[in-house]
Structures are given as structure tokens and as C-alpha cells.
């Protein structure tokens, strides 16, 4: 996964995730429904418009890695 500009291992590649049209396309649920549902699934929309989700394993070492450099 692309955050920030970093390569993320373990993560779908760019191509394998959806922009906000593509997911609107593929699901039946009005937009405020799918914002809610990503919301939920604490997805993020990364620099190309693609959203993905980042794995709680990596969420928490990463706060853990910011907490710990006083950021």
C-alpha cells in the first residue's frame, strides 16, 4: 500500500483498489451509506483517489512508532 509516498508490505497493489466511482458501481447502497460503511472499515483515500484499508496490526504499529517519536 501507498501512504505517504511509502510502499507498505502486504497491502493490495495500486491497481487492485477501487476509486470512489468504481465502488459506488459495485455496491447497492446509496453514497452516505458507502461513506458510512468506509468510515467504519477506516478505509483511506490515498493520493490517486483509490481507497484501501489498512490492517489494524499495521494502524497500531504505526501509532505506536508516532507515539513513541513524540509526533
Known amino acids: ?3 505517504d509516498g ?3 508490505e ?3 497493489p495500486p491497481a487492485k483498489r477501487l476509486t470512489w466511482a468504481q465502488l459506488e458501481a459495485a455496491v447497492q447502497c ?7 460503511a468506509l468510515q ?3 478505509a483511506l483515500e490515498v493520493g ?3 481507497w484501501c484499508v489498512l490492517e489494524a496490526q499495521y494502524e497500531q504499529a504505526r501509532t505506536r512508532v508516532r507515539l513513541g517519536a513524540g509526533l
Open 1 to 3: 500500500m501507498d501512504v
Open 6 to 8: 511509502a510502499e507498505v
Open 30 to 36: 446509496s453514497g452516505a451509506e458507502l461513506q458510512a
Open 40 to 42: 467504519r472499515a477506516r
Open 10 to 12: 502486504g497491502a493490495a
Open 48 to 50: 490517486d483517489g483509490r
